[in-house]
C-alpha cells in the first residue's frame, strides 16, 4: 500500500464543494493519501482504528464475519464516501468491527482520528458531513438487513449484481462465481445455478471470470 501527500487540486476538487478553504487546507496538511490495489486490505476486524479514510476514487467493500468465521458484505463505498462502521469505532476509541477491501484500485485520504474530532467542534460543514455519511451508512445497513430477512436468493444476487456494476461505474464485472458466493454467504453451486438462470431470462451475459449485467 502505497503513501503519499494528497494534491491540493484533487482535494479541491473533490470537496469545494462541501468544505470551507481553512477546512481544505487543514485536510491537505493532515491527510495522508494512499493507493490502493484491487483486493488489498485495508482494515481487518480488530485492528486499531488510526485513521478515518476518505474516499477519493475507486471503491471499497466493507463486510462482516460471524462467530464462525464466514463473511458477509455489508455495503459498498465509493469516491466522495467514507465509513460509518470506522466513524463509529473512531469515536468511540475502539477497534475495527469490519473488514475494508479494496473492490478496485483506490485512492483513499486517510484523516488521523484526533482530526476527526477536533473538526466536529470547529467546523459546521465537515460536522455535518459526518452525520450525513453517517446516516447514509445505517440506511444502507437497514437495506442490507431487509434484503437478508425479506428477499429470496436470486433477488439478492441480482442487486448485489448491480450495486456492484455501479459503484465500479462498469456494466462488466471482474468477478468469480467463488468470490461472489462468499460476499452472499451461500455456496459456489447455488450461484452458478441462478447465474445461469439469469442468463437464460436475458438478465446477463456470462463471460470467463466476468459478467455484463443488462439490466441495470
Known amino acids: 500500500m502505497n503513501k503519499e501527500q494528497p494534491n491540493p487540486g484533487q482535494i479541491e476538487e473533490q470537496y469545494g464543494f462541501l468544505f470551507e478553504e481553512d477546512l481544505l487546507k487543514e485536510i491537505e496538511i493532515a491527510g495522508v493519501l494512499r493507493k490502493v490495489k484491487e483486493g488489498d486490505f485495508l482494515i481487518d476486524i480488530g485492528d486499531p482504528i488510526l485513521?478515518?479514510?476518505?474516499?477519493m476514487s475507486g471503491a471499497i467493500k466493507i463486510l462482516s464475519e460471524d462467530k464462525g468465521g464466514?463473511?458477509?458484505?455489508?455495503y459498498f463505498i465509493e469516491k466522495g464516501d467514507t465509513c460509518a462502521m470506522t466513524l463509529s469505532c473512531c469515536l468511540q476509541k475502539g477497534k475495527s468491527k469490519i473488514r475494508a477491501v479494496a473492490e478496485s484500485d483506490a485512492e483513499l485520504l486517510m484523516i488521523p482520528i484526533e482530526k476527526m474530532e477536533e473538526w466536529m467542534g470547529r467546523y459546521r460543514s465537515w460536522?455535518?458531513?459526518?452525520?450525513?455519511?453517517?446516516?447514509?451508512?445505517?440506511?444502507?445497513?437497514?437495506?442490507?438487513?431487509?434484503?437478508?430477512?425479506f428477499m429470496n436468493m436470486d433477488e439478492r444476487l441480482f442487486k448485489y449484481l448491480?450495486?456492484?456494476?455501479?459503484?465500479?461505474?462498469?456494466?462488466?464485472?471482474?468477478?468469480?462465481?467463488?468470490?461472489?458466493?462468499?460476499?452472499?454467504?451461500?455456496?459456489?453451486?447455488?450461484i452458478s445455478r441462478l447465474l445461469k438462470k439469469m442468463e437464460h431470462d436475458g438478465k446477463i451475459k456470462l463471460h470467463r471470470s466476468q459478467i455484463q449485467v443488462l439490466e441495470l
Open 51 to 55: 485513521f478515518m479514510p476518505l474516499i
Open 70 to 74: 464466514d463473511e458477509l458484505l455489508l
Open 127 to 149: 460536522r455535518e458531513f459526518i452525520l450525513d455519511s453517517y446516516h447514509e451508512r445505517m440506511q444502507e445497513l437497514l437495506e442490507t438487513v431487509d434484503t437478508l430477512a
Open 162 to 190: 448491480k450495486d456492484k456494476a455501479m459503484v465500479n461505474q462498469n456494466e462488466v464485472i471482474q468477478t468469480t462465481h467463488q468470490d461472489i458466493a462468499a460476499d452472499l454467504h451461500t455456496s459456489r453451486v447455488v
